[in-house]
């Protein structure tokens, strides 16, 4: 079945540093991929998607690419913040089954938690 | 747009008693509806998917009548934690999806303490 692997965390950084937070997958054939956020007691907020192979999601500085070839969709940004303290979640929506009864499901991955140092 | 309220945000109450947590979308009409519970620095985990007018499909390992899902208008779904206990005690997320169009839109969750 569909898998969502992150990379373990927790991620400590200072203000300013440069973010990398590794995600791969697998699936059958061309599912959408998905960047989720989540603040201290609150629900997921979208931060990026992709849908196609060498698609390029990107928001409020964060940026992931759709890679086919390694299964890969890996978050980044370049100067992080305080603000972006928060735990982060990879996700995929794979292709329904036969039923249908599998559309729409989103598979996560653990989540990753950052924080942010000033 | 694409909000999705979830209500309560928290509820404490005592064990053997049933909860109702409502999840609203507030400016879409949510053709199918998801289910997840969460536990401290853990994942989400699916417990069922409803759709509205039909019976909640719920993930293998789910207890259908200990979680009673309702689907009954485009716009609202309910879970109902029935005679809950304290095992139940967990952060629980509902998600909305119109159409066939990703992605869901989350709402804030609900805190669920069972003493």
């Known amino acids: 079945g569909d898998s969502v692997t992150q990379m373990e965390g927790p991620v400590t950084l200072s203000e300013e540093a440069f973010l990398t937070i590794n995600c791969t997958y697998t699936?059958?054939?061309?599912?959408?991929l998905f960047w989720y956020v989540q603040y201290p007691g609150e629900g997921l907020q979208l931060l990026l998607k992709?849908?196609?192979?060498?698609d390029k999601g990107s928001n409020k500085g964060f940026e992931a690419t759709y890679r086919k070839e390694t299964t890969s969709f890996h978050l980044e940004k370049g100067s992080v913040q305080v603000s972006d303290s928060a735990v982060y979640f990879c996700a995929l929506s794979g292709i329904p089954n036969a039923g249908g009864t599998s559309y729409g499901k989103l598979t996560f991955g653990q989540g990753t938690i950052l924080t942010v140092h000033p | 747009g694409a909000v999705v309220s979830q209500h309560p945000s928290w509820v404490i109450c005592k064990s053997g008693t049933s909860v109702k947590i409502e999840c609203r979308s507030l400016?879409?009409?949510?053709?199918?509806m998801f289910w997840y519970r969460q536990f401290p620095k853990q994942s989400l985990m699916l417990m069922a998917t409803?759709?509205?007018?039909?019976?909640?499909?719920?993930e293998q390992g789910v207890e259908k009548d200990k979680f009673l899902i309702n689907h009954a208008s485009l716009t609202l779904s309910t879970l109902t934690v029935t005679s809950a206990h304290p095992e139940d005690s967990s952060f629980y997320i509902c998600?909305?999806?119109?159409?066939?169009?990703?992605?869901?839109?989350f709402g804030d969750g609900t805190r669920l303490s069972i003493l």
């Open positions: 998600s909305a999806l119109t159409g066939r169009v990703q992605p869901q839109h």
């Open positions: 992709a849908t196609k192979a060498d």
């Open positions: 400016d879409f009409q949510a053709t199918t």
């Open positions: 409803s759709n509205e007018g039909s019976k909640a499909t719920y």
């Open positions: 699936a059958t054939g061309y599912p959408s």
